[in-house]
């Protein structure tokens, strides 16, 4: 659900284009993402990433930001690929 990693390109996200912009072009800096899934349905998906998810799916995007927030401390005090590793290893509970 959460995704740690360094450099890329912008997947045509106009944030990432802009932030990229700000670092003279250069495209490697750590990016956080956080995923909500997929409707099923092509047609659905404005709606569902724009509505409010289910209680117990934002119960889920919570605990990975939460997560997120340690592996970046993880990530600035000690070790990218120590915060990488454990948050990518990590399961948020229903």
């Known amino acids: 659900m959460a995704k740690l990693k360094l450099g890329g390109g912008?997947?045509?996200?106009?944030?990432?284009?802009?932030?990229?912009?700000k670092f003279s072009n250069n495209?490697?800096?750590?990016?956080?993402?956080?995923?909500?899934?997929h409707p099923g349905d092509k047609n659905k998906v404005t709606g569902f990433v724009l509505g409010k998810p289910?209680?117990?799916?934002?119960?889920?995007?919570?605990?990975?930001?939460?997560?997120a927030v340690r592996c970046t401390?993880?990530?600035?005090?000690?070790?990218a690929t120590k915060a990488m590793n454990r948050l990518h290893s990590f399961k948020a509970t229903a």
């Not at 495209?27 to 899934?37: A, Q, S, W």
């Not at 289910?54 to 997560?67: H, N």
């Not at 401390?73 to 070790?79: A, F, G, M, P, V």
């Open 10 to 21: 912008n997947g045509g996200h106009n944030g990432l284009k802009d932030i990229t912009n």
């Open 27 to 37: 495209p490697n800096f750590y990016r956080l993402r956080i995923g909500i899934g």
């Open 54 to 67: 289910p209680q117990s799916e934002q119960k889920m995007i919570d605990e990975a930001i939460d997560e």
């Open 73 to 79: 401390d993880i990530l600035i005090k000690e070790d």
